[in-house]
């Protein structure tokens, strides 16, 4: 490789150093591909030279914006179309596998640059100088069990577990969990649990309802939304019967019509962030309140 090459690695190598690559999902998959880049054909090297260059510039100017007015996340999603356009232009989402999972990491990644600011204005407002609350990609808390070898074991010492879900993008609280003499469990409480796809089928959906369940059975006062570029589900199915809260499809499209890869649209994304944000400002649980002013409980 030429010193123009060799200098394009470093830097690009330097700038992956700089953040957390635990909340930039799509720069820590950038990372993996740049570790490898030695191995890969000089086709596949040229293309991700060409990706990161465009990236970096992507996420500079993404990180450069602060807030969440309605006008910064328009042009986050500005932004965010122009990278897509870039990738599908190029037709770069061939040159590597799906398994690598490129292209989903995109959103994930968004969804922090989305909510960032506001998970800082309102722990600064609740005072949360020990950071309880983490926002990224983790295991979400779904229940607790108890078990014993037998009856005996289980009447003197009941052992504990947990299961936990992963989940593309949460809000949560880390706990520790302890009964009677077993060793503390840690366990991600969410209250707001994100899934991120670039399409959803049935399959994936059915995956997702079974997920709200399981989350909501831990923390019913849990936000279970999906955010997807694309919907593949027949239009006869009705999600509503199930336990998630939205199911967010960007470009407003189905998987195969001819408008699929029509921009994001950014009312959409507005209205996702204030779902979040109207969920993390108002009561979710004050029955007093609801029979005083309402006469509705639930």
Same mark, same amino acid.
């Given at each position: 490789?030429?010193?123009? *090459?060799?200098?394009? &690695?470093?830097?690009?190598?330097?700038?992956?150093?700089?953040? =957390?690559?635990?909340?930039?999902?799509?720069? +820590?998959?950038?990372?993996?591909?740049?570790?490898?880049?030695?191995?890969?054909?000089? =086709?596949?090297?040229?293309?991700?030279?060409?990706?990161?260059?465009?990236?970096?510039?992507?996420? !500079?100017?993404?990180?450069?914006?602060?807030?969440?007015?309605?006008?910064?996340?328009?042009?986050?999603? +500005?932004?965010?179309?122009?990278?897509?356009?870039?990738?599908?232009?190029?037709?770069?989402?061939?040159?590597? %596998?799906? !398994?690598?999972?490129?292209?989903?990491?995109?959103?994930?990644?968004?969804?922090?640059?989305?909510?960032? =600011?506001?998970?800082?204005?309102?722990?600064? @407002?609740?005072? /949360?100088?020990? *950071?309880?609350?983490?926002?990224?990609?983790?295991?979400?808390?779904?229940?607790?069990?108890?078990?014993? +070898?037998?009856?005996?074991?289980?009447?003197?010492?009941?052992?504990?577990?947990?299961? !936990?879900?992963?989940?593309?993008?949460?809000?949560?609280?880390?706990?520790? &969990?302890?009964?009677?003499?077993? $060793?503390?469990?840690?366990?991600?409480?969410?209250?707001?649990?994100?899934?991120?796809?670039?399409?959803?089928?049935?399959?994936? $959906? =059915?995956?997702? &309802?079974?997920?709200?369940?399981?989350?909501? @059975?831990?923390?019913?006062?849990? $936000?279970?939304?999906?955010?997807?570029?694309?919907?593949?589900?027949?239009?006869?199915?009705?999600?509503?019967? %199930? *336990?998630?809260?939205?199911?967010?499809?960007?470009?407003?499209?189905?998987?195969? @019509?001819?408008?699929?890869?029509?921009?994001?649209?950014?009312? &959409?994304?507005?209205?996702?962030?204030?779902?979040?944000?109207?969920?993390? %400002?108002? /009561?979710?649980?004050?029955?007093?309140?609801?029979?005083?002013? %309402?006469?509705?409980?639930?």
């Amino acid at each position: 490789m030429n010193q123009e *090459k060799n200098m394009e &690695i470093k830097t690009a190598k330097e700038f992956l150093r700089s953040i =957390d690559l635990k909340l930039y999902k799509h720069a +820590s998959n950038y990372k993996t591909k740049i570790n490898g880049f030695s191995s890969l054909t000089r =086709d596949k090297q040229n293309a991700l030279d060409k990706m990161f260059e465009e990236y970096y510039m992507y996420i !500079q100017e993404n990180i450069s914006l602060h807030g969440y007015s309605k006008e910064i996340i328009s042009e986050r999603v +500005s932004l965010l179309n122009n990278y897509y356009n870039f990738i599908n232009q190029n037709n770069f989402d061939n040159v590597f %596998s799906s !398994q690598g999972k490129f292209r989903s990491t995109i959103l994930e990644e968004f969804m922090y640059i989305l909510f960032r =600011d506001l998970i800082v204005e309102k722990l600064s @407002a609740i005072e /949360d100088v020990n *950071k309880k609350i983490k926002i990224g990609g983790q295991r979400a808390y779904t229940n607790l069990y108890f078990s014993g +070898s037998n009856f005996l074991n289980f009447v003197e010492n009941p052992e504990i577990g947990i299961h !936990q879900k992963d989940q593309d993008f949460a809000i949560y609280r880390p706990v520790k &969990i302890t009964v009677e003499n077993n $060793l503390p469990l840690n366990a991600n409480l969410p209250v707001v649990a994100i899934e991120n796809k670039t399409y959803i089928d049935k399959t994936m $959906l =059915d995956g997702s &309802i079974s997920t709200a369940e399981k989350i909501k @059975a831990g923390n019913p006062y849990c $936000l279970f939304l999906i955010v997807c570029e694309n919907y593949d589900v027949s239009l006869t199915i009705d999600p509503k019967y %199930s *336990k998630i809260d939205q199911i967010y499809v960007l470009r407003k499209a189905k998987r195969n @019509a001819p408008n699929y890869n029509q921009p994001i649209f950014p009312e &959409i994304v507005v209205d996702l962030f204030d779902e979040v944000n109207n969920h993390l %400002s108002r /009561d979710w649980s004050n029955v007093e309140n609801k029979l005083l002013t %309402s006469g509705k409980i639930i």
